[in-house]
């Protein structure tokens, strides 16, 4: 209800948290990082939809465009039930599935990064490739491949990643996504609530891949970036409080982005660390009931962190741990906006710290993060 004139506030507040951090230069590992991120996401655009193709059931890659699209949906709904095999000369280039196939002309968004193929194949050629919130005019869909249509021509995208573009409509909930860490710690101190006398650094360095060698900092942008994709898919607007390594923001400026964007919820994304390399498993962090800061937003931080919790075990398996409900964490207790912290898993223990550095479980854990933003406002 509010989002659209606080957009001004956010813009301001983004400026101002942002505005001081040019502090670190670009040392080579910083750059190295952001190589690898960058690696990152070019194999994911890649390999996803090609995963995802009906190959087995398709035998004749023939490149040639059906002939059966048209844009009159009357006709296009005779046309359901009929069997194509005896419109099309052999041989038969693939085609949609008339058994499962719905036509009806309708807008629809790209989730992800999706390749638009001449025929409903993964062995047909890749038109283009369309990027992510890419809006097309579907024209049917079998289940498996949908038909689009671009410059008058029918092409071809699977329809895993389209979603009607009535249903991408602004839900009208902001979240805002904390990627926990950052490049270099900041152990200058800031008290840890407002008006609190005791003091902790800015920003901790965080923990570190046992196997995997990745930084916690590393990790959390990587699915805080795959969680905000999954989130705006849903409808959200979504704000990143980072989206690069080489800031210096502190947990409660971090805590200021949200409050001044007047988020619904805020999502601090970090993984685990302990002594014991057999401690596993997801857990979330709310204030108590008695946080002397904003302990009057325990009862929505409360849920948020449980919905969060189940969402992110429910959609990886992984073992569920408990809601750790604490006052020392300044990025909760500055907070104004409900708040919860998400220890995605322990980057100390060898099993769980290679399947956090697994593109598909980070998927997973973004895609379970937003069932339980998806819960927590009951949607
Ligand atoms: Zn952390």
Redesign the pocket.
Known sequence: MRKYRIWLAVLLSAVLAFGGCGGFGGSGENEQQFQEQAKGDTSDKKETPEDNGNSGEQEISGAGETQEGNNSSEAQESLEKQDSSGEQEAPAPPALNEETVVRSREEVVTTSSVNIRTAPSTDSEVYQTAARRTELIRTADDGTWSAVEIDGKEYYAASEYLRLKSEMADNGYLVVIDA??QGKGNSEQEPIGPGASETKPKV?S??SGCVSGLN?YEL?LMVSLKLQAELEARGYQVMMVRTSHDVNISNSERAAVANNAGADAFIRV??NGSDDSSENGILTICPTSANPYMGSLYTQCRSLSECVLDGAVNATGANKKYIWETDTMSGINWCTVPVTIVEMGFMTNPDEDSRMADDGYQSQLAAGIADGVDAYFGN
Do not use: R
């Open positions: 926990g860490h901790a965080g923990t916690e959390t970090h993984a």
